[in-house]
Each structure stands twice: as C-alpha cells, then as structure tokens.
C-alpha cells in the first residue's frame, strides 16, 4: 500500500467521521428540540432552528472536505514528492552508480530531509571506496606489468642460452639436463605471459576485438587439438554436434579459444584414464552454449565457490599435481563476463564428474 | 649482391646481445648498437637489410628510433624492423605496429632460432633492389 492511498484513507477517515458526529448532532438536537418546545405555536421557530441545523451541518461537511482536501495536498507536496524523489535518487545510484542531489529539500518534513542527508553521506562514503579500489586494483596491475617486464629479461637470457646450449655436442645425461632446465624456463616464461595477460584483463586495459564467430568451427578445431592429449591420458574425447546450426557469437575469437582451451583440457587433465569428456552445443534465446562434460574427479562442495578465485586451487586438484597454476579459470571467467557472456559449472546430476557451461551472446 | 645480409641488432643488454650474436654467426654480418642515438648513426651509414630494434633503450626508447626511421625521405624509409622486446602488452604492440613496424617478438617467448627465421622471412618478402 503506497504512502499516497494512506493518506487518502486517513483523510477519508477523518472526512466521514466529522460528518457522521454532524449527523449524530442533528439527530440528537432534532429531538431535544421538540422536546424542549412542546408548544405548537413554536413549531415555527423549531422549523427555523432545525433548517439552521441542516445548514450548519452541511457548510461543515463542506469546509472539512475542503480543509482536508488541503491537507491532502500538502502531505503530498511536502512528504509524497520528496519521498519519491529520493526513492528515484537511491534507483539511480543503485543502477548506474549516478548521484543526484538530495538535498535540496528545504521545506520536506525535518526526518525526511534528515535521511536525503545520511544517504548523501552514505553515497559519497560509497564512490570514495571505490574509487580507492580502483586506484589500489590500477597500481596493482601496474606493479605486476612492470615485474612481469623485469622478469621477462634474465629468463630471456637462460632460455637462449640453454638453447645455444643444446646444439653444442653433449652427452646424453648433459642432454637430459638442458631440456629439463629448457622445460623449467618455458614454464616461467608461461607463467610471465599469464600474469600479464591477467593483469591486462582485469584493468580493463586488454581491448577486444568483437566479431561474429562460429563458435561450432572453433569448438571443434579445439576440441581436435586435445586428441593427442586425450588418447595419451586414456580418455575419450567426443565432440557432438549442435542438433541446429548455432548462430554466430560476438566475440573475440582469439580469446574465446582461450577460454575453449582451458575448459577442455581441464577436463582432460582430470579425468582418470577410461573416463570421458563430452564437449557439446547448444543455442537458446541470444546465446550459444559451449557444455564441457566431464567423468573426473569433481569438484568438491566446499572448493565450489571459490574455484574461479584467483590461484584458487581445490585440494584433490594440488594433490594430483596436474600441473596448471590457479588462474585459468579466474581469467577464462573475467574473458566470459567481458563478453557479455558467463562461465559456470555443475557437478553432474548423474555419475561423477563435472559439467562446464561458456555462453556468449550472438550477434545481434 | 653479396650473400651475408648486414643485420643492425639493437639491443641495450650485453648478455642478450652475445646470444644473439652467437646465433646470427656465420648467418649474417651484424652490427650492434646499445642505444636509440647508436641505433640511427649506424642505421644511416650501413644501410642494413633488417633492422632488431628493442624498445625499452637508453637515450632513445625503440618507438622513437622506429619513428624515426619511417619518417626518412629516402630508400632506407621502408627498411623492415623487426620488434624484439620483452615489452609484450597489447598497448605496445599496437603502437609499434601503428608506427611501422613489420613485426613483433617478445623475447622470452621466442626460441632464438625463430628470430632467425622471421628475419629471413622479412628479407624474402623485401623486393629484390
């Protein structure tokens, strides 16, 4: 019940109280009077004083429904429209993080110009966190940048050198040496690359660059591309067709095959051998569905909330040392979310194992 | 024409350099510079085929010597430069692809012998002179 139809109620109250107490009078005097004035030849003087009655009752009913159709008016004029305005104000806030003055409501009752001005209080409180936020996530990002920049140089040097190193004539036990400090530098320079690129994604600074993409042709050279994988840790990999032609996806097709390339050889990676993988599509309403079903290991209750946190790693993921460094999924999401799109899981209703789901928005 | 290519690599870190320098070997005849105003004295007197340009240089960072280079007036305008930097973010990229460059490496994220072959590809798509 809005505060307006309250209002109206009460004045309505008050309206039809006076003129049943007016009613009541009348009625009361009515017949004291003629008690009073037994005398037939006063009938003519209780005539006039009950028309005078009559009269008295209806001007009555008549100014207290003008003064409370004043009342009405300026309740609603100085309470109503503040309210309402404030209400509008808070939307605006809550939608587009937008302030709008609220203090300007000199003549509104003192508690409502009281609350416009907590909530004015409240609203600067509010943009000065975030724009600390900002600032901190901004220096962050920054810091990372130029680490990241600064690493980059000495592992240059290690990895051509060890690459230098490879071609001199070495014995087989030497050999076995440089690849594995080879390997060891590629895995830094990978982590370098992932820690930029994340940095880039999340200050907002990586740009992309949208197109209509066929998300069938990409899933499926992706999927292709982790047969190997797939056949060497003994797990089937099935790729299945869409029933219907998908639409095209407006994305950056690049880093959609990013996201493609995580989800699937997560998938792969933790699935014990004889279990499979099931990458499936899938169009709804302005969307195409990527679904990545997996046979692993699951993903436990309490790790679910927290598996696209970044370096968030499930304890059984750690314990079987599948390699990866926490951040795949937290940047895959943040890629997902950049599109318009999402990306989230469910544990499978049947069997063990779990179920990916990437959506991105078609073209328009 | 002579069959070794005069390579300009510019390139601030001794180490670096050496690996580079023990790659090209036999390859190409290189020359070095370790900074921006090196980089465009020796750009003009040898004439190279391709240039390495670095970004983050001494005296004058790789944008300004590539902008340099591309605002000449005469042959030495359309010299392929080949970015070798570990700069690596997009914003980088962009700019140096904007400015002119022909293509872009960030070295750690390149084996040497790759450098090694986008050179010969930019020699190969250069028109013979």
Known sequence: MSLRTLIVLNILGALLLSIASMAAAYFFMHDQL????????????????????????????????VITGICFLVLSRYLIRPLQAMVRGIEA??????????????????????LARVFNDFTIKVEDAHARDVEVSRMKSDFISTAAHQFRTPLTGIR????????????????????????????????????????AIESGKHKY???????????????????ELAERTKVSLFYVPPENPLPLARADAEQVKWILNNIIENAVRYTPPGGSVRVMLESGVDRVFVHVRDTGIGIKPEDRGNIFERFYRAENAVAKENGGNGLGLY?????ATDHGGDLNFEPNKEGPGTTFTLSLPVVS | MSDTKFILVVEDDPVLKNLLGHTFAGKYQTLYASDGNEAIALFENNKPAVVLLDLMLPTMDGFAVLENIR???????????????????QKDMEKA??????????????????IVAKI?????EKPAA
Do not use: C
Not at chain 1, 38 to 56: D, F
Not at chain 1, 93 to 114: C, G, N
Not at chain 1, 331 to 335: E, G, K, L, S
């Open chain 1, 331 to 335: 940047i895959a999401r943040t890629i």
């Open chain 1, 34 to 65: 003629i008690a009073l004035f037994p005398n037939a030849a006063q009938a003519k003087a209780i005539e006039t004083l009950q028309l005078l009655l009559i009269q008295y009752a209806a001007i009555t009913a008549a100014a207290s429904t």
């Open chain 2, 71 to 89: 605002s000449r007036t005469d042959e030495l305008k359309n010299v392929p430069v080949i970015i070798v930097s570990n700069l690596g973010q």
């Open chain 1, 160 to 199: 051509w050198a060890l690459e230098a190193l490879e071609k001199e004539t070495l014995t087989e036990s030497q050999m076995a040496l440089v690849t594995s400090a080879k390997d060891k530098s590629h895995q830094l320079v990978n982590i370098v690359g992932t820690l930029l690129d994340i940095s």
């Open chain 1, 93 to 114: 806030f809550a939608d587009r993080s937008e302030r709008i003055d609220l203090t300007e409501f000199a003549h509104a009752p003192k508690e409502v110009a009281e």
């Open chain 1, 209 to 227: 660059t949208f197109a209509p993409v066929d998300i069938e042709a990409l899933t499926h050279a992706v999927a292709k591309d982790f047969g």
């Open chain 2, 97 to 114: 692809k904007a400015l002119g460059a022909n293509d872009y490496l960030v070295k750690a994220e390149v084996a040497v012998e790759e």
């Open chain 2, 120 to 124: 010969e590809a930019q020699i190969a």
